[in-house]
C-alpha cells in the first residue's frame, strides 16, 4: 500500500523566534518585525502567524447589539 506525500506524519521542529512590535494606548499594533530568524522559514511563519492572530485576539471587539442568549 503507498500512500500520498501529503498522508505522511507532520515534521516536529524547534527553534527560536524573535519578533519585535510596538503597542500603543489605544491598543493598535505597529511595527511588527522579524528581529530574529530560527532558520527555518517554516517557523519563522508559524511564529508570525500565531504572534498576529495572538495580538488581534487580544484588542477589544466591538460589542453586538441587543440581548444575549
Known amino acids: 500500500m503507498t500512500f500520498s506525500p501529503l498522508a505522511r506524519a507532520p ?7 524573535s519578533i519585535e512590535f510596538a503597542i500603543f494606548k489605544t491598543g493598535k499594533v ?3 518585525r522579524l528581529a530574529e530568524s530560527a532558520g527555518d522559514v517554516s517557523l519563522d511563519r508559524a511564529a508570525w502567524g500565531a504572534s498576529s492572530d495572538t495580538l488581534v485576539e487580544k484588542r477589544k471587539r466591538p460589542r453586538a447589539k441587543g440581548r444575549s442568549i
Open 30 to 32: 505597529k511595527g511588527m
Open 11 to 17: 515534521r516536529m521542529m524547534q527553534g527560536e523566534v
